[in-house]
């Protein structure tokens, strides 16, 4: 009995020291603990501190200096790449293998601070096809670039200054059935607008442009009559020598953008107007210019661009057989000048 009470001593003396020794270790885990958190959250308050320190410094900063400019920016554009190529070998129904390659480039950087805006644009379309075993030719070529300047004179009406500059990167010719007639080259012609007016802007996606005094120079960078006819210069102007041509009169832009389902499917539109003031102003030079994209995948799209011109003073010619039997070139007076594009193709907007 002795023994056995021995033993239950003993066991209860060894679970005491097994309990001191657990709770002397929880003691201490727990000042770990509590260290530890006291340190983190030191950590956490002296990082919070320095955090709303930085924030105050960058706020009284930008109080003083204003945003910084790369935020007044605005800078992107978009490009794209269409390749198409038909083969035939034998092809009972006739045909002739066709090549061609177009690419064109948008590129925009806009400026907007307080009630000043700075809008600049830029249009760059190239294209060649080549069928069978003619050399190939161009079917596009576009340069247009664009400035506009505003001040807001009151809600979303601006005081507003505008240029703008159009022309083409290589030579065009005129294919007929006996000859080739050059018609154009770089510079040859180059429309250059300038004007001051009022712009109405009642959104970022319409506005409405009105010059009452618009200044238009056509320049030819070539010695070949039969592009500054086509140009528009007069036979008076090319028998003195003159290379250019230069007009006052007033003018209307409209100009719309949009886009829909996130961007996915986006348009631009501009119609100018312009009346010369000197000369036949009831003759209105027209201009439209509409641009329609959708994004089929990250980096194909389909687009369809269409641009309209209709130029008094631009006379385009015809071929008929004189007198002598000989061909000639005879005038055709001015006509409605369209192009059509449809294109499928890489695109990739930044």
């Known amino acids: 009995m002795a023994g056995i009470n021995l033993f239950f001593i003993q066991h209860h003396t060894l679970k005491l020291h097994t309990m001191r020794y657990f709770s002397r270790f929880f003691v201490l885990l727990l000042i770990l603990s509590i260290t530890v958190l006291t340190a983190e959250a030191q950590s956490v308050d002296a990082n919070i501190k320095a955090a709303k320190k930085t924030a105050t410094e960058q706020a009284i900063k930008v109080a003083a200096t204003g945003i910084p400019d790369s935020v007044k920016w605005k800078l992107g554009g978009n490009t794209s790449l269409n390749f198409s190529q038909t083969w035939l070998s034998n092809w009972a129904a006739g045909g002739e293998p066709t090549i061609s390659l177009n690419g064109n480039m948008t590129l925009f950087a806009n400026y907007k601070k307080d009630k000043v805006f700075w809008e600049n644009n830029a249009f760059l379309a190239y294209g060649i096809v080549k069928k069978g075993d003619f050399k190939a030719v161009k079917n596009d070529d576009q340069l247009n670039v664009g400035s506009?300047?505003?001040?807001?004179?009151?809600?979303?009406?601006?005081?507003?200054?505008?240029?703008?500059?159009?022309?083409?990167?290589?030579?065009?010719?005129?294919?007929?059935?006996?000859?080739?007639?050059?018609?154009?080259?770089?510079?040859?012609?180059?429309?250059?607008?300038?004007?001051?007016?009022?712009?109405?802007?009642?959104?970022?996606?319409?506005?409405?442009?009105?010059?009452?005094?618009?200044?238009?120079?056509?320049?030819?960078?070539?010695?070949?009559?039969?592009?500054?006819?086509?140009?528009?210069?007069?036979?008076?102007?090319?028998?003195?020598?003159?290379?250019?041509?230069?007009?006052?009169?007033?003018?209307?832009?409209?100009?719309?953008?949009?886009?829909?389902?996130?961007?996915?499917?986006?348009?631009?539109?501009?119609?100018?107007?312009?009346?010369?003031?000197?000369?036949?102003?009831?003759?209105?030079?027209?201009?439209?210019?509409?641009?329609?994209?959708?994004?089929?995948?990250?980096?194909?799209?389909?687009?369809?661009?269409?641009?309209?011109?209709?130029?008094?003073?631009?006379?385009?010619?015809?071929?008929?057989?004189?007198?002598?039997?000989?061909?000639?070139d005879a005038p055709a007076g001015a006509k409605l000048q369209v192009k059509e594009f449809f294109e499928i193709g890489f695109s990739y907007n930044f």
């Open 148 to 328: 506009r300047v505003g001040y807001e004179m009151a809600k979303n009406w601006y005081y507003s200054a505008v240029f703008l500059g159009k022309t083409q990167f290589a030579r065009g010719y005129q294919y007929n059935k006996d000859d080739t007639i050059r018609i154009s080259d770089f510079l040859a012609p180059a429309y250059l607008f300038l004007s001051l007016g009022l712009d109405y802007k009642p959104s970022s996606k319409f506005s409405i442009y009105m010059s009452p005094a618009m200044g238009k120079a056509t320049l030819v960078r070539s010695d070949n009559p039969t592009i500054m006819k086509r140009a528009g210069l007069s036979d008076e102007l090319i028998e003195k020598g003159k290379h250019a041509r230069y007009e006052i009169g007033g003018g209307i832009v409209f100009s719309l953008n949009g886009d829909f389902l996130s961007k996915k499917i986006t348009y631009t539109s501009q119609l100018e107007l312009f009346s010369n003031y000197l000369e036949s102003p009831e003759n209105v030079d027209v201009t439209w210019d509409f641009n329609f994209r959708v994004a089929l995948t990250r980096f194909i799209s389909a687009g369809l661009r269409i641009n309209m011109i209709y130029d008094d003073d631009q006379k385009t010619t015809k071929k008929v057989r004189n007198d002598e039997g000989n061909m000639v």
